[in-house]
């Protein structure tokens, strides 16, 4: 399995991200329609060494939309994933994959 030999995952809410922190990789999470608002977000045995960097568009007030992510935005701009801070995220990757 690819996730098994990853140093580095990066995904959105799906089983991806969480197979990634069962196997204690370092996650870069990616929130859109969904947040850790709704209690749900990658979760690391408690000794273990991977880092986990959960990016979020910050102050966006319709979000999260959902439960379990849509298929379009209900509000038409997408804002939760076209203003994602990318260039952090490249950075969070490049650290990761150092450490």
């Keep these: 399995m690819m996730v098994a030999k990853a140093r580095v995952v ?3 809410d799906t089983g991806m991200l969480y197979i990634a922190c069962a196997f204690e990789k ?3 999470a990616i929130w859109g329609a969904t947040s850790p608002a709704l209690q749900v977000e990658p979760l690391m045995p408690v000794d273990s060494k991977a880092q986990v960097f959960q990016s979020i568009v910050p102050d966006l007030s319709c979000q999260p939309c959902s439960n379990f992510g849509t298929k379009t935005c209900p509000k038409g701009h997408f804002a939760c994933m076209k203003k994602q801070d990318l260039p952090e ?4 990757v ?3 994959w150092r450490d």
Excluded: D, G, Y
């Excluded at 995220?89 to 969070?92: G, H, L, T």
């Design 10 to 12: 990066i995904s959105h």
């Design 26 to 28: 370092n996650v870069i």
């Design 89 to 92: 995220i490249a950075r969070q």
């Design 94 to 96: 490049e650290k990761m």
